[in-house]
């Protein structure tokens, strides 16, 4: 089992910044790609960011491209994502997630293990 712990979330005033951090303890954390989805009261979990082992390639959803970057320090254990610019409509839950699987995992399914999640609330 692959424990995600994630943290950094709380109330900010729109065109703010934060950032989020997600701790995988353990010697696996380099085998995973690395997520976060994102997920409002009554709405889907949808996708936000990835990025792969090495750090190399980062993928993002179009609403967040250009404001979010994502990125992991291996030798930490840890994925970030600092968020900037931010809007009302980022008011989600946050949730860091791995994925074992190849290419680009975009899908919830696609993605074996969850941290809690962390709130997000920006006010207008």
């Known amino acids: 089992q692959v424990k995600l712990v994630e943290s950094g979330g709380e109330l900010v005033m729109a065109g703010g910044s934060l950032r989020l951090r997600c701790i995988v303890p353990?010697?696996?954390?380099?085998?995973?790609?690395m997520g976060w989805f994102r997920q409002d009261l009554g709405k889907e979990r949808e996708f936000v960011a990835a990025v792969t082992w090495n750090g190399e390639r980062t993928y993002y959803a179009d609403s967040v491209k250009g404001r979010f970057t994502i990125s992991r320090d291996n030798d930490r254990n840890t994925v970030y994502l600092q968020m900037n610019s931010l809007k009302p409509e980022d008011t989600a839950i946050y949730y860091c997630?791995?994925?074992?699987?190849?290419?680009?995992?975009?899908?919830?399914?696609?993605?074996?293990?969850w941290g809690q999640g962390t709130q997000v609330t920006v006010s207008s």
């Open positions: 353990g010697r696996t954390f380099t085998r995973y790609i």
């Open positions: 997630t791995a994925s074992a699987q190849w290419g680009y995992p975009r899908t919830p399914n696609e993605y074996a293990y």
